[in-house]
């Protein structure tokens, strides 16, 4: 099977989300285009990987192009829970990796659940570390904001950010309080040798069992926790194995292309 990966420019290396949305395509062999300067032969391709609605903007022309051609169109949809899979978007498309439900609580038509991943490699654990990080986005996440006026927010990304996990003893997992789902961020915390703090979601088992994290109900619960956590490297070293066994992008690599 030859692939053929189209990356968009806005996601590179060094972009904060580019090893959540593509480290997985890095694993698999296959060629790489970029999204605004489009030019390979998709008759050369048995299949190609393509990146979620939202980089498609401004790109109809090709979006229709290639929905015309018979390869194989395999989607990777990280933000469906804005949207519904009825958008005509998702039209023509063979296969969709999906990270959760769409808006309305709807598979695709045709596609697979795709658990997060991580790099590793990239990411590596340092056991111990003090006090407890809330390093994330608050754009579009109520929940987050609220836990912001009660527990000290930090903005950091790329290499500061893993160096901000690796000297935290734990750190705050939370959604935006109506979609409540796990997000890619536990598994960096897990990488970087950092417990995990979360309120509760459906799907954390997926991840990891619950005696490894550390639950929040209430506000008031998470800063209680804060005040008073410590470092058990114990469960620090049990969650970067879980990561090893089961969560790195290489691994995910092979479910996709079995998958396919």
């Given at each position: 099977m030859k692939i053929l990966k189209i990356y968009p420019a806005k996601d590179h290396p060094q972009r904060y989300n580019y090893h959540i949305n593509y480290g997985v395509w890095d694993n698999i062999d296959g060629d790489s285009v970029i999204l605004e300067t489009f030019n390979a032969d998709l008759n050369e391709y048995d299949c190609v990987f393509m990146?979620?609605?939202?980089?498609?903007?401004?790109?109809?022309?090709?979006?229709?192009?290639?929905?015309?051609?018979n390869i194989r169109k395999v989607l990777f949809d990280n933000d469906c829970y804005h949207r519904s899979f009825e958008d005509s978007f998702y039209e023509g498309m063979d296969?969709?990796?999906?990270?959760?439900?769409d808006k309305h609580s709807n598979k695709p038509a045709r596609g697979s659940h795709l658990l997060w991943s991580v790099d590793h490699e990239r990411m590596k654990p340092v056991y111990g570390g003090e006090g407890v990080s809330f390093a994330c986005s608050l754009t579009g996440y109520p929940f987050r904001k609220e836990i912001a006026q009660r527990v000290n927010h930090k903005s950091v990304t790329g290499v500061d950010y893993i160096k901000h996990l690796q000297s935290s003893a734990g750190?705050?997992?939370a959604n935006n309080g109506s979609l409540i789902i796990t997000h890619a961020k536990v598994l960096e915390f897990a990488a970087c040798g950092t417990q995990i703090i979360s309120n509760r979601t459906p799907d954390m088992n997926l991840y990891f069992p619950d005696e490894l994290i550390t639950y929040f109900d209430t506000i008031d619960q998470?800063?209680?926790?804060?005040?008073?956590?410590?470092?058990?490297?114990?469960?620090?070293?049990?969650?970067?194995?879980i990561i090893e066994d089961k969560h790195t992008d290489r691994i995910r690599a092979k479910q996709i292309i079995n998958e396919l």
């Open positions: 990146p979620m609605y939202a980089r498609w903007a401004g790109h109809s022309n090709l979006l229709d192009r290639i929905k015309g051609h296969f969709i990796f999906y990270r959760c439900l750190a705050i997992h998470l800063v209680d926790i804060v005040k008073t956590f410590e470092a058990d490297i114990s469960i620090q070293k049990q969650l970067r194995e």
